[in-house]
Nanobody, 126 residues
Framework: QVQLVESGGGLVQAGDSLRLSCAAS????????MGWFRQAPGKEREFVAA????????AYADSVKGRFSISRDNAKNTVYLQMNRLKPEDTAVYYC???????????????????WGQGTQVTVSS
């Protein structure tokens, strides 16, 4: 059973940067495609970014493209989400997710992911 633990959330001001981390344990991390999702109050969870098992391919939601960057360190079993130029509308609980045995990008659909973390709160004040 894979366990995912997010960290790095917090309260920041608009325009600031924040880096989220997601540490994986209990599985073969370098076989998993990884993704970040977020859920704002009163809204459905939405896709943010995804990365292939090798880190060679990435994908982003239009709302974060050019501001956020996803990366991974397979030696540390960790995936990151670097968030720059944060906006109040980025306020949400951020979740990382893993999709087993994925060679390419794991996709933007929640149902394709097998494991989820508990989430970390990001609050951006204006």
């Amino acid at each position: 059973q894979v366990q995912l633990v997010e960290s790095g959330g917090g309260l920041v001001q608009a325009g600031d940067s924040l880096r989220l981390s997601c540490a994986a344990s209990g599985g073969t991390f370098n076989r998993y495609g990884m993704g970040w999702f977020r859920q704002a109050p009163g809204k459905e969870r939405e896709f943010v970014a995804a990365i292939s098992w090798s880190g060679g391919s990435t994908a982003y939601a239009d709302s974060v493209k050019g501001r956020f960057s996803i990366s991974r360190d397979n030696a540390k079993n960790t995936v990151y989400l670097q968030m720059n130029r944060l906006k109040p509308e980025d306020t949400a609980v951020y979740y990382c997710a893993a999709r087993r045995f994925t060679i390419g990008l794991p996709g933007s659909e929640e149902r394709r992911y097998d494991y989820w973390g508990q989430g970390t709160q990001v609050t951006v004040s204006s």
